[in-house]
Each structure stands twice: as structure tokens, then as C-alpha cells.
């Protein structure tokens, strides 16, 4: 079982907030990714890292921010939410050499802007 | 042009039937890997079955298979007998070249079926 956490799990904010989505992990993996998912809809890579003080950009346009100062942490930041912002996003890992290199993902933010 | 392909929205299928989700892919690569995920309605995402591109046979986990096709570039889901929990939304995803390339584990995933399983 992965051991990949996210919170919050939901979240209602207003237009104008900073906010920061957080990402956990505690397998040691090197590799994390952040996905966007719309309701119903398949999962967009907006960023992801290959490991500490590494990041980059994924293929779906992001207005948000993420670090990895830490191997087991992946924080992504939204300077100022907009309605636009309202989505699921997904955080995932994985490690080579672990099985298939498949990425385990956590339970996911639900994300609501007013 | 689509990367990969679910074409099937949902499906309806009766308690205990085995059911087929189809998944067809676009890729140039030589090198490639094919993942099917289960979404449950509380939103996690969950690796259920792994095919490599160069696996010359089928992968089986439990209850489910992948029924590879490669010449027509068809990964189908094969799940057996079917369970009332298999209720889902089920993703197919693909990661081009060799999965021993430095980062080269970036997914693209197709719109997913909604799969709702009848008593």
C-alpha cells in the first residue's frame, strides 16, 4: 500500500487567496508529479520533479508554483486562486527500480474557488 | 492526434459478467509502457496492471488481464468476474520510451470509462 498523503482533502476559499496544496511522502521515492483533473475528466501533469531542488513544468499550463526542498515533500502554491483554479488535484511518486516504475498517487485535493 | 484513446464514456455491466474496457494508443517510440487505473468515487488513484512494450506476454494481475495487441495498438482491460466494488472510473496511461531513461516516467492518461457494476 502507498504511503502518499495530501491535504487538505477539500478546500473552499475565495478569490484573491494565497494557497498551498500539501504533498507527502514517505517511501523514499525520487520522482513526483502534480496532476490537475477535472470532474470526470483524465488527469493533466502540471509539474513534476526528479528529485530535491528539482522542478518542472508538466504539459498543461499551470499559474501555480511547486518546490522540493525536501525528497519526501512536494508543495504546490497558487499565489492568488481564481474560480478557474477550481479542480482536483492529484499528487503521485514513484521510484526506479520499484516494480514497473508505476506512480503511486495520493487521495487527491478537491478545490474549490469562490 | 489523441496519445491515448478510451472510447467508451460507460459501461453497464451485471454482477459476476467479465467485462472488456478498450484502450487503443499513439506512439512513435519503440519503447513504451501501458498502465490501467482504478478511480473510486472517493478519488485516489489505484495501479491495478502494467504492460511493457517488449513483455511478450500478456500481464495478469487477479482478476484482471491486458489483452495486448500490439500491432493494432490496443491495450484492453480484461476484468473477470465481475464485483460490485469494480464500480469506477478505469484510466489508460502510457509513458514513451524506456522506463530506465532518467525521467522519462511522465504519464499520459486517456478520458477514462466509467464502469458501474448492476446486482
Known amino acids: 500500500e502507498a504511503d502518499i498523503y495530501q491535504t487538505p482533502r477539500y478546500l473552499v476559499i475565495g478569490t484573491g487567496k494565497k494557497i498551498t496544496l500539501e504533498c507527502s511522502q514517505t517511501?523514499?521515492?525520487?520522482?513526483m508529479y502534480w496532476y490537475q483533473q477535472d470532474p470526470g475528466m483524465e488527469l493533466h501533469l502540471i509539474h513534476y520533479?526528479?528529485?530535491?531542488?528539482?522542478?518542472e513544468k508538466g504539459d498543461l499550463s499551470s499559474e501555480s508554483t511547486v518546490s522540493r526542498i525536501r525528497t519526501e515533500h512536494f508543495p504546490l502554491t497558487l499565489e492568488s486562486a481564481r474560480p478557474s483554479h477550481t479542480s482536483q488535484y492529484l499528487c503521485?511518486?514513484?521510484?526506479?527500480?520499484?516494480?514497473?516504475?508505476?506512480?503511486?498517487f495520493g487521495p487527491g485535493t478537491r478545490l474549490t474557488v469562490l | 492526434a489523441q496519445k491515448i484513446t478510451q472510447t467508451q464514456p460507460g459501461m453497464f455491466v451485471q454482477e459476476k459478467e467479465a467485462v472488456t474496457l478498450d484502450c487503443t494508443y499513439d506512439?512513435?517510440?519503440?519503447?513504451?509502457?501501458l498502465f490501467w487505473y482504478k478511480q473510486p468515487s472517493s478519488g485516489e488513484m489505484i495501479f491495478l496492471i502494467y504492460?511493457?512494450?517488449?513483455?511478450?506476454q500478456n500481464a495478469t494481475e487477479g482478476r484482471y488481464s491486458l489483452n495486448f495487441q500490439k500491432a493494432r495498438k490496443s491495450a484492453n482491460l480484461v476484468i473477470s468476474a465481475s464485483q460490485l466494488g469494480d464500480s469506477a472510473m478505469y484510466f489508460c496511461?502510457?509513458?514513451?520510451?524506456?522506463?530506465?531513461?532518467?525521467?522519462?516516467?511522465?504519464?499520459?492518461f486517456g478520458t477514462g470509462t466509467r464502469l458501474t457494476i448492476i446486482p
Open positions: 506512439t512513435s517510440d519503440p519503447s513504451y509502457g
Open positions: 517511501m523514499g521515492h525520487d520522482k
Open positions: 503521485a511518486s514513484s521510484h526506479k527500480g520499484v516494480s514497473y516504475n508505476e506512480q503511486f
Open positions: 504492460q511493457g512494450s517488449y513483455d511478450q
Open positions: 520533479s526528479y528529485g530535491v531542488n528539482s522542478t
Open positions: 496511461a502510457m509513458r514513451e520510451g524506456p522506463s530506465t531513461n532518467f525521467g522519462n516516467e511522465k504519464l499520459t
